[in-house]
């Protein structure tokens, strides 16, 4: 059974860091990709960062340069370092696993960005 289970979640001021933390069951590298989505209240849930089987990663516009995504196959677990945080990156961030093409879910991390 695949399970992910975040950590890193916190409060933070704007303009600092934080890093977002998934452990996965099972060898990561199997997966067919890893990501983080995040939801606001009120807004749907959208994709933050993923890093593929093979190693590239994709950012959603509003994030690229601050966060960075990137994975430890030893310790079947993925980051997310979260730099420069603003206001409006204040969500439930969500670890996804992608494994035989099907979508797993973490129980979520609350982030808020204080101004």
């Known amino acids: 059974q695949v399970q992910l289970v975040e950590s890193g979640g916190g409060l933070v001021q704007a303009g600092g860091s934080l890093r977002l933390s998934c452990a996965a069951s099972?060898?990561?590298?199997?997966?067919?990709?890893m990501g983080w989505y995040r939801q606001a209240p009120e807004k749907q849930r959208e994709l933050v960062a993923r890093?593929?089987?093979?190693?590239?990663?994709e950012y959603a516009d509003s994030v690229k340069g601050r966060f960075t995504i990137s994975r430890d196959n030893a310790k079947n677990t993925v980051y997310l370092q979260m730099n420069s945080l603003k206001g409006e990156d204040t969500a439930v961030y969500y670890c996804?696993?992608?494994?035989?093409?099907?979508?797993?879910w973490g129980q979520g991390t609350q982030v808020t960005v204080s101004s």
């Open positions: 996804n696993g992608v494994y035989h093409y099907t979508y797993y």
């Open positions: 099972g060898s990561i590298f199997t997966y067919n990709a």
């Open positions: 890093i593929l089987r093979g190693g590239s990663t």
